[in-house]
């Protein structure tokens, strides 16, 4: 078996080891933050597939992925549903006390936390986890906020690359991949 091609500096590795749960802002991040309206006015979102693969990733690697956003439609509900996601929080503009609902809930602490976010609402979440990342097109204070800021835009794979790197630092990147071998 090959080594896998992705790797990260063990120093990042480092940090984001432990990781049990990971919270994921939509706009900006699943998305590429554009709103595209029908005629109807309903906003109509792109989700990028490398994105949803890495979510499923993740839950296989034994890390839940937590989705919590101040926006709420129905195609981000049927995209959270396709993907498993269970917990999810909608139409929050205060994000650290859903996220904190969740952490309950699952029994953890913000020890055991990742985030990745791309704007000023994300920030109360990010700085309370133990390892947060920001999308390159992120605004400049979280990417400031940020222990990892992605190589891919956000809605253009930078989940997927955040989720690549919780599941390097876990040890199961590798044994997922060997899978598709």
């Given at each position: 078996m090959p080594a896998p091609a992705l790797n990260f500096p063990p120093e990042l590795l480092l940090q984001a080891q432990g990781i049990r749960?990971?919270?994921?802002?939509?706009d900006g991040v699943l998305t590429d933050g554009g709103l595209y309206l029908s005629d109807q006015g309903e906003a109509l979102k792109r989700f990028h597939i490398l994105d949803g693969l890495g979510l499923k990733l993740l839950q296989r690697g034994g890390i839940t992925p937590a989705v919590v956003t101040g926006r709420d439609s129905a195609p981000l509900r049927a995209r959270m549903q396709a993907l498993g996601i269970e917990q999810v929080h909608y139409g929050t503009e205060d994000k650290a006390?859903?996220?904190?609902?969740?952490?309950?809930a699952l029994g953890l602490d913000?020890?055991?936390?990742?985030?990745?976010?791309?704007?000023?609402?994300?920030?109360?979440?990010?700085?309370?986890?133990?390892?947060?990342?920001?999308?390159a097109n992120a605004h400049a204070e979280v990417k400031a906020a940020a222990a990892y800021v992605t190589q891919a835009a956000g809605g253009h794979g930078a989940?997927?690359?955040?989720?690549?790197?919780?599941?390097?630092?876990?040890?199961?990147?590798a044994q997922l991949l060997e899978a598709y071998r």
């Open positions: 749960v990971a919270f994921f802002d939509v006390p859903a996220a904190q609902r969740t952490l309950q913000w020890s055991q936390a990742a985030a990745i976010g791309d704007d000023w609402p994300d920030l109360p979440v990010l700085r309370r986890c133990a390892f947060a990342a920001a999308p989940a997927r690359e955040f989720c690549d790197l919780l599941l390097v630092a876990a040890g199961r990147y």
